[in-house]
């Protein structure tokens, strides 16, 4: 069914991300016209598409501009036949710091691109939310009927912008679908993130500062992730829901601290630092996802396993060191 594309002009927000840039990446393999949205600067600078091939990023139509301009958003909607939005603000420790930001860009941003999807009569979107709406698991594995919890000013920003997305499918049908990754990993992700930091960390200090060791995530490789959003633009009559994408398996951060030593081949000296460490009614302790949703109406399971991934993404930071600040910690 990801045929389906080939040849149709198709619009990735949040191209210039971590899961945008090999969402984008794939688009353009399986022959899809991709209008790519990244955040304007000045430096010209698209984010981890300029890590793309030469031939991938001539084959793009690179837009740079900001979710929270309507008018931007209206251009960049027209003619396009599917959007995947996956722009929004996402590191939850700077959303301690800048809780309006997040709600202007994540939500503010989502609703500027559902109103011109409705408005050009685009033919599906697809919303990226994330497994941190489901807040600490009341019971596992998680499903989509699972409560919302908002525990960071992040996860009630995604909240917020699911609800946007799920109104307007029950208001005015338009053909949205909600992709709710569980935590995603591998080649290109911020240092912000848990594995990430630790490997850096690891391949360039005899430290490894760290935060939390005792929730628990379903952890899914950046590959299996992107197949989840090619099937859910293609699979028939998925509109108004959500699904799940997630591998069923629960790892602590101090399982998965291990593997990410071991795949380094050193071992560093491992300390808990305080900054690292979520207030402690907004960590959330687990999550494992219900995936069975994804399996019956997209044919989707998570197929790379924990250890080649960490493998390949700890082969994939040693290659790129110099592109991070080791010493710095990422909020």
Not at 247 to 272: I, K, N
Request: hydrophobic share 40%.
């Amino acid at each position: 069914m990801i045929q389906e594309l080939k040849g149709r002009v198709v619009l990735v927000t949040g191209a210039g991300g971590f899961i945008g840039s090999h969402l984008t990446e794939a688009l353009v393999e399986t022959g899809a016209r991709v209008r790519a949205l990244v955040r304007y600067n000045s430096r010209n600078d698209w984010g981890q598409l300029e890590r793309l091939e030469p031939a991938t990023r001539a084959a793009l139509e690179v837009v740079a501009g900001d979710l929270r301009d309507p008018f931007l958003v209206d251009r960049v909607v027209a003619g396009v036949d599917c959007v995947f939005h996956l722009g929004a603000l996402i590191p939850i420790p700077y959303s301690y710091l800048a809780p309006a930001e997040y709600v202007d860009a994540n939500i503010r941003g989502t609703l500027h691109v559902l109103e011109a999807v409705r408005r050009h009569g685009v033919r599906r979107m697809l919303h990226t939310s994330t497994s941190e709406t489901y807040g600490t698991a009341q019971y596992t594995p998680i499903d989509e009927r699972h409560p919302l919890q908002g525990q960071s000013p992040y996860s009630a920003s995604k909240i917020g912008a699911d609800k946007l997305a799920e109104s307007y499918w029950c208001s005015f049908e338009t053909p949205v679908v909600t992709v709710r990754p569980f935590n995603t990993y591998g080649p290109r992700q911020s240092a912000r993130a848990f594995l990430p930091a630790v490997l850096i960390q690891a391949l360039t200090s005899e430290v490894v500062r760290v935060g939390a060791l005792d929730p628990v995530r379903d952890m899914n490789y950046v590959g299996d992730t992107v197949a989840g959003f090619l099937a859910a633009a293609t699979a028939p009559e998925v509109e108004g829901l959500t699904i799940n994408l997630g591998s069923g398996r629960g790892v602590t951060m101090r399982e998965l601290l291990d593997l990410a030593l071991a795949a380094t081949g050193r071992r560093p000296r491992v300390e808990t630092e305080a900054q690292r460490v979520r207030p402690g009614r907004s960590e959330i302790m687990a999550l494992i996802a219900d995936a069975s949703l994804a399996r019956e109406r997209l044919g989707w399971t998570s197929r790379v396993s924990l250890e080649d991934g960490v493998k390949r993404t700890a082969e994939w930071i040693g290659r790129h060191l110099g592109d991070y600040k080791p010493g710095l910690y990422n909020v």
